[in-house]
C-alpha cells in the first residue's frame, strides 16, 4: 500500500511544473494582448514646456532648409511594431504646422536648430 508507482511519482513531479508553464505562457500572452490593444500609435505625442504648441518657433535643418513661423505640433510615437499605424521609417518624426494649416512631418534627426522667440515682447 505504500508503493508509488514510478510513473505516479514522475507525474507528480513533472506535472505541477508543465502547469506552472502553461498558466505562465497563458497570463504573458493575455497581457501583451492587452497591451498592444491599448496603444495609441500613430498619433502625435505632444511636448510640454519650452515647445509649447501655442508658439511660434523658427528650425533650421541640416540641410540648410529653413522653416520660419511654424508652430510644433508633436511628434510621431518612437514605438515600432508589428501593427504600428505608421511605417518605420516614419516614427520619430517631428510634425510641424503653418500658418495656414499645412502639416510637414520632419525626421528629427534632421534638426540642427530650433529657435524660439521671446514670447514676453
Do not use: C
Request: aromatic content about 10%; hydrophobic content about 40%.
Amino acid at each position: 500500500m505504500g508503493d508509488i508507482h514510478p510513473f505516479e511519482a514522475t507525474i507528480s513531479v513533472v506535472g505541477p511544473i508543465v502547469g506552472g508553464i502553461v498558466f505562465l505562457t497563458f497570463f504573458f500572452k493575455t497581457l501583451a494582448w492587452i497591451s498592444e490593444k491599448s496603444k495609441a500609435n500613430g498619433k502625435p505625442v505632444p511636448l510640454g514646456g519650452i515647445l509649447n504648441p501655442d508658439n511660434t518657433i523658427t528650425v533650421h535643418l541640416n540641410n540648410g532648409n529653413t522653416y520660419e513661423n511654424v508652430r510644433f505640433v508633436g511628434q510621431t510615437d518612437g514605438y515600432a511594431d508589428k501593427g504600428a499605424a505608421f511605417p518605420y521609417e516614419l516614427n520619430q518624426m517631428v510634425i510641424l504646422e503653418f500658418h495656414d494649416g499645412r502639416r510637414v512631418l520632419i525626421h528629427a534627426k534632421s534638426i540642427r536648430m530650433i529657435e524660439i522667440p521671446n514670447q514676453n515682447q
